[in-house]
């Protein structure tokens, strides 16, 4: 019995200390983010623009992708964080990255192939 207690007490102890490792979603599969970066008010092409993904809040981002000459990008991703979404970004000149002040979209679906069509900066 003495030494049932003292075993109870040393695990007790040792799960104290541990932390379950935060797993990743989607980890080890490749994903791609695809469309066309437009101008609102003409439906024109951005042309040569940097584009970024970030997964979540923690900003994580991956290479930036330019825009062709009818604006269309395409973003190859795996998962980097636990976050549960992805959002896209611009480049701006005067920025060294990219921010969370330019949106081009926000809260995306994350592990999944995404086909957006026309997209514009702030469309939600």
Not at 62 to 88: H, Q, R
């Amino acid at each position: 019995m003495k030494y049932t207690t003292l075993f109870a007490v040393i695990i007790g102890l040792l799960s104290m200390g541990c932390k379950k490792q935060e797993s990743i979603p989607y980890e080890g599969q490749t994903y791609t983010v695809e469309g066309y970066y437009v101008s609102r008010a003409e439906q024109s092409p951005k042309v040569g623009k940097l584009v970024i993904l970030s997964e979540g809040k923690d900003f994580q981002t991956y290479d930036p992708v330019m825009t062709d000459s009818n604006g269309y990008f395409k973003i190859t991703y795996s998962s980097k964080t636990s976050a549960k979404y992805i959002n896209l970004h611009t480049y701006l000149a005067d920025y060294s990255c990219a921010t969370p002040d330019v949106y081009i979209l926000q809260n995306l679906p994350k592990g999944q192939n995404l086909k957006l069509g026309k997209v514009v900066k702030g469309n939600q």
